[in-house]
């Protein structure tokens, strides 16, 4: 098979999918049976078509995936209508496709069991009703929102995020939406680069009753100035998880390692890369996570397709399987399923 040559970039943070080159890699599943949530998956279609069709197509090639949680990526907003409300369109679709798995007709596992979204939380206290608004068209799996607060002076690590405004979450207005999410029972999934965690931190201190949870490993750099600084960003990196894991209402999202953002050129290569691979390049960042976090404040995440750009559904669960392997079967219930059933509240089919 003749595989294409040169990925799109997407982002300048990951690249398009290309199944003919991720069909060159095929493995055998690693402990078919574990059953697996699946807490951070996007749908969408623009620039390439990943909607609830390729997900199942991806679910469908091994693991046993039992439930997912969709994660706010600008999907399907309303056309019109008031701006704050306009994110109430992708919660009305990611429920729809909700109802669309739940017929069975889509595999067994429950596609957007949990929703996050996202609330413009720099309306300060206005935000309160577009949450209730969310709650109300998610019917009963609205979750929590995103509100990406990704910054960097260096416009090739910030991709397409170089608009948003630096210092987001120190923002008094962004507090006040912020100070909305609690009494509604919602969490706040967090998405910024390593030298932001430390801005974290200090809202989770400020917020103590919010439950956070930190995106992709708190998004490591490689890449524009971080570039050829691995072992000096490492360790500023772990110091900075190290420190907020010490914030209780903290948990982190094991992911996100297949984009571009860390550095590695897996997808410019002939062919994708193999679980061991990935294992070796990823388990300094997933066990030190572990070891700050612990398992109960854990759970890997595929963060498809954004990490589709890299290896395959089949293979990036083999490798956090690998990565995984010394734990004992309590600590891989779970990092697999059970920390993303408990933060998103999960009511499974029986």
């Known amino acids: ?108 596992a429950a596609i957007c069991a949990g929703i996050v979204s996202h609330a413009n939380l720099l309306l300060g206290d206005v935000a309160k009703g577009v949450l209730e608004a969310q709650i109300a068209a998610g019917n009963g799996r609205f979750r929590g929102i995103r509100h990406s607060s990704a910054w960097d002076e260096d416009p090739v690590v910030a991709g397409m995020y170089a608009s948003r405004p630096k210092g987001l979450l120190q923002d008094a207005a962004f507090r006040k939406g912020f100070a909305c999410l609690a009494p509604l029972n919602l969490s706040f999934d967090a998405w910024l680069f390593h030298p932001q965690i430390g801005e974290l931190a200090a809202l989770a201190r400020a917020f103590p009753d919010t439950r956070i949870v930190l995106d992709h490993c708190g998004g490591p750099a490689g890449i524009g100035r971080f570039a050829g600084r691995r072992e000096e960003v490492f360790r500023q990196w772990r110091a900075s998880i190290q420190d907020i894991a ?85 600590e891989k219930t779970a990092l697999f399923s059970q920390t993303a059933t408990d933060v998103y509240r999960l009511e499974l089919p029986s």
Not at 248 to 268: I, P, Q, R, S, T
Not at 303 to 315: R, T
Request: glycine letters at 6%.
């Open 1 to 108: 098979m003749a595989a294409s040559s040169v990925p799109a970039n997407t982002s300048g943070l990951f690249v398009e999918p290309r199944e003919d080159w991720l069909a060159l890699h095929q493995e055998e599943i690693i402990d078919p049976a574990r059953p697996i949530v699946d807490p951070h998956h996007h749908l969408w279609n623009r620039r390439h078509r990943y909607l609830i069709e390729e997900m199942a197509d991806d679910i469908a090639s091994g693991h046993n995936v039992i439930a997912t949680v969709y994660v706010d990526c600008r999907s399907m907003y309303r056309a019109h209508g008031p701006e704050a409300f306009r994110p109430v369109g992708e919660v009305e679709f990611a429920n729809g496709v909700a109802a669309m798995s739940a017929s069975g007709g889509y595999g067994k």
């Open 246 to 330: 010490k914030c209780e209402n903290v948990v982190v999202k094991l992911g996100g390692l297949a984009m571009c953002l860390l550095g590695y050129d897996f997808h410019l290569r002939e062919r994708p890369p193999s679980s061991e691979e990935l294992a070796a390049a990823w388990r300094p960042y997933v066990e030190t996570c572990i070891e700050a976090f612990g398992p109960r404040r854990a759970m890997f995440e595929s963060n498809f397709p954004p990490d589709k750009g890299q290896c395959s559904y089949q293979v990036i669960f083999n490798a956090f399987k690998r990565i995984a392997a010394p734990l004992s079967e309590a």
